[in-house]
């Protein structure tokens, strides 16, 4: 099996995912997971592992995201007060 495989060779004893899925995905993914045990009855189709990542990958993205916001507000704040302290310059007086 690669390094980024879908299926693995060991299977856990127990296992609790909770999401709600479109039943014709849920249907898909036990068709998946059928099948690979008729080729290979020590295979299993890694689901949690996908998972897994998807949620570090959002959780991620989410991090990024929060970071530019807050340099935004930052700098939108330090403009606000930057601008309320200058005096009128001679051109507009």
């Known amino acids: 099996m690669s390094k980024n495989s879908v299926f693995i060779k060991s299977r856990e004893d127990t ?20 099948s690979i045990q008729e080729i290979d009855g020590e295979l299993s189709f890694d ?17 990024r995201e929060l970071a ?12 606000a007060f930057g601008s309320a302290n200058k005096e009128p310059s001679a051109e507009s007086l």
């Open 68 to 79: 530019r916001l807050r340099k935004t507000v930052k700098e939108e704040t330090g403009a």
């Open 15 to 34: 296992v609790t995912v909770s999401a709600k899925v479109p039943r014709s995905l849920k249907l898909r993914a036990d068709k998946l997971r059928d």
């Open 47 to 63: 689901l949690a592992m996908l998972i897994r990542d998807a949620v570090e990958e959002a959780v991620e993205k989410g991090e």
